[in-house]
């Protein structure tokens, strides 16, 4: 029997539906982005919504969510909005156990099950690092830092080794304790408006790389 406390909707699918239906098809000239994450996706639109004023960017983040759950959602949110390139981030909501304890290699599973259904798709991959942070407040006993670094390390080998992009966000917002500052960010998990504004140039630089 069915336990009625389970969400029905676990990778929140409904979110976006009525969204990506009205979405309509790239124009052939157009270099669709889709940007693909949790909360640091999500907010961005909210901290910083000029950056997402350009049609080609479009924004596919929910607060929360752990690459399990982006994995479920990629064909609907990523796939059939059918553009040139997705932005991947995801990892840290896994290391504060949102879905559960994951392993580094759980984590990396889901992010190369994510590359192979962009590659089979012929969508161009940039995989993110994790921001750094050494404090969730929603699940404090747990010590991120390092395991924020160690994912970091493996998800830009897998770049390396594959061809693919990594944008590192990392190292231009870590301080001083293996976190993010609060010059960056109110809580030590999200950017702030100031945070995003360090952000964009670095994935905007990466994306014009691209050989579309």
Known sequence: MANPSINSDWAYLQKYQQEN?????????????????????EFWS????????????????IS????????LRFRADVIQLKPRAVVILAGGN?????????????????????VELAKANKIEVLLCSVLPSNYFYWN???????????????IESYATDNDILFVNYYDALVDDKKGLPLDYS????????KGYLV??????????TLAF
């Open 21 to 41: 239906t009205a979405l309509p098809s790239p124009l052939p000239s157009e270099n669709r982005i889709v940007f693909i994450g949790d909360s640091i996706t």
């Open 46 to 61: 909210k901290e910083q919504p000029d950056f997402f004023s350009r049609k080609e960017y479009i924004n596919r983040g």
């Open 64 to 71: 929360g969510q752990t690459s399990p759950q982006l994995l």
């Open 94 to 114: 896994d290391i504060a156990g949102n879905t559960g304890k994951s392993t580094l290699k759980m984590i990396m599973d889901n992010i190369v099950s994510m």
């Open 140 to 154: 404090p006993t747990e010590k991120p830092a390092e395991t924020i670094i160690a994912l970091n390390q493996l």
């Open 186 to 193: 109110e809580d030590n998990v999200h950017p702030n408006k």
């Open 199 to 208: 952000m964009e140039p670095i994935i905007t630089n990466a994306i014009s």
